[in-house]
């Protein structure tokens, strides 16, 4: 089970993390953090002049693609989504499975103003100080992954420490976990994380059981903007786009090509 797999592995280099870095230095360089979070739900909420946002994601590999994209500076890329326009960026700081990087969340925030999503399988609160310490203003909480329980108190501890949660489903069960965790921003993944088997209906699917006044994000798998089109008249605010823009050799102007409202 890939999952499985991928949340060991993160809990073993976690362990290793909170003895070279206990929390008490992690907390201390919170003093030094001149990057205060910012309220996310503003640059992903739907509205007359912006019906859809877009989270552009610096993803250089995935464990159902391999290596997607060879010329990755996630620096030079996270600068082409913000002058392309996208409303927040979200940055893969996994390493074994993404080839991601903590680092990049810090170099990244340093030039670039774009809202930041720490993109990770978090399953400690070790990880939210460590997100908030290396910039970001946001991060993901994927309900499959978690129990009701552990979801609830890490979505808890993300607010207490001023960030808010991008909470990840891709069923019912995960819903009724999402809704009884007290999520506001609800991210649709099409892709199953076992299978990597994509159901592109199912933000329409699950759309209609959501309740109103939440922020719906359709996740992966988005590579045209007939689809756009369609989610967001469903009921999608943003979409979380990855690998079609890492394909691109122009992504500022591929990001620009979608943000346009036709
Ligand atoms: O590259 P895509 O198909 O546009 O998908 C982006 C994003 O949705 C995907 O990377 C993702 C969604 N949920 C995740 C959880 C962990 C790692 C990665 C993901």
Known sequence: MILDKIIRQTKEDLERRKIEYPLEWLGRSLA??????????????????????IIA??????????????????????????????NAISVLTEPHF?????????????????PLL??????????????????????????????????????????????????????????????????????????????????MNLTEKLMPLIPNGKIIVAESGVECKETIAHLSKVGADAFLIGEHFMRQANIEEALRAFKKVD
């Open 118 to 199: 720490r993109k990770d399988f978090i399953v400690d609160k070790y990880q939210l100080v460590e997100a908030l310490v290396y910039g970001a203003d946001f991060v993901l909480l994927i309900a499959t992954a978690l129990s009701r329980k552990e979801l609830k108190e890490l979505l808890e501890y993300t607010r207490h420490l001023g960030m808010e949660a991008l909470v990840e489903i891709h069923d019912k069960e995960d819903l009724t976990k999402a809704i009884f965790a007290g999520a506001d921003i609800i991210g649709i993944n099409h892709r199953n994380l076992e299978t990597f088997e994509m159901d």
């Open 98 to 114: 993404f080839q991601g990087n903590l680092e990049y969340l810090t170099q990244i925030r340093r030039y670039v103003a774009t």
């Open 57 to 86: 994601e610096v993803k250089k590999a995935s464990p159902s693609k391999g290596v997607i994209r060879e010329d990755f500076d996630p620096l030079v890329i996270a600068q082409s989504y913000e002058k392309g326009g996208a």
């Open 32 to 53: 030094y953090n001149n990057y205060p979070p910012r309220d996310i739900s503003p640059y992903l909420k739907a509205t007359k002049e912006e019906p859809y946002r």
